[in-house]
């Protein structure tokens, strides 16, 4: 089990390594005063299949850490680090949809701190209930939630830059913004990944309700999870009531982003940080 253990830490550094790589080269390719604004089809079918080749090794990785060992184990850092994965997988897969180099850098980089937090924070603690198949559901489902409201989260606060950025072009190289989609591509992408990822936390919270008692052996109780999981269900049914009814967008969409991605960390991994980080805890 050892074995597995080290060999899966070894490919999550050598995923967290290439995705720095990644993210290095679509700096220099895309952001800096050099970058050119055309690429050959070749070279972006090579950046794909390389972002592909990382990923698989993050998901082998990851698979080894959660389950190599006999039985599930988890932790605020594997939440993160599989946060982080599909996350970049998401916005792989829309990259074959939607022209979104410009955002790279930063997907490939944030993708690569989640894969070194592990390395850093090995501790985990093994997870009961595996065996059911509603447990299995929650979990997924939650996860896909999490993943799916942080490339939100991250979309929006790129947008946010990019905005200002348009507003002082001197403070950054013309190159990068001619990479960029325009404004209201990001927005509608913004929303429509918010509208799945609002539809992913509604089916986490309900088997959260319904089947507390067979997830949890408890009746529902109003914990820090539930607490947590209703604001940030709420602030995101306020922000999509907003968009629909009012035209929300802009610096209130972002605002609104982070303050319902924020509760939802504090739901599925404040606890498991404040244990394992702050207070020691396994």
């Not at 982080?84 to 490939?108: H, N, T």
């Not at 089947?211 to 820090?224: K, M, P, Q, V, W």
Request: glycine share 8%; aromatic share 14%; charged share 10%.
């Amino acid at each position: 089990m050892l074995i597995v253990n080290q060999l899966s830490l070894f490919f999550l550094a050598f995923a967290g390594a290439l995705y720095c790589a990644l993210g290095a080269h679509f700096w220099k390719s895309r952001w800096s005063k050099s970058a050119s604004l055309s690429l050959s089809v070749r070279a972006v079918r090579v950046e794909k299949f390389l972002i592909g080749v990382a990923l698989i090794v993050h998901a082998t990785a990851l698979q080894g850490l959660l389950f190599g060992q006999g039985e599930m184990r988890f932790s605020f850092a594997l939440a993160f680090c599989l946060m982080g994965w599909l996350a970049a997988l998401i916005y792989w897969l829309e990259s074959f949809q939607v022209r979104l180099d410009g955002i790279q850098p930063i997907v490939l980089l944030s993708a690569a701190l989640s894969a070194f937090v592990p390395l850093i924070f090995p501790s985990t603690s093994a997870v009961v209930h595996v065996g059911s198949a509603i447990f299995r559901f929650h979990f997924l489902v939650v996860m896909l939630a999490c993943g799916f409201f942080a490339l939100a989260t991250a979309h929006a606060i790129f947008m946010g830059v990019l905005e200002r950025v348009l507003h002082s072009p001197s403070r950054i190289s013309s190159r990068m913004i001619g990479n960029m989609p325009p404004l209201l591509a990001l927005e509608a992408l913004l929303f429509r990944i918010l509208n799945i990822s609002f539809v992913i936390l509604t089916l986490a919270l309900g088997s959260g309700f319904v089947y507390s008692d067979e997830l949890f052996g408890r009746a529902l109780t109003f914990d820090h999870r539930t607490v947590f999981g209703i604001l940030s269900w709420l602030i995101f049914a306020i922000l999509l009531a907003g968009r629909r009814i009012y035209g929300w967008r802009g610096r209130r969409a972002l605002n609104w982003t982070l303050a319902g991605f924020s509760a939802l960390l504090l739901a599925y991994m404040g606890k498991q940080f404040v244990l394992e980080v702050i207070l020691g805890r396994v």
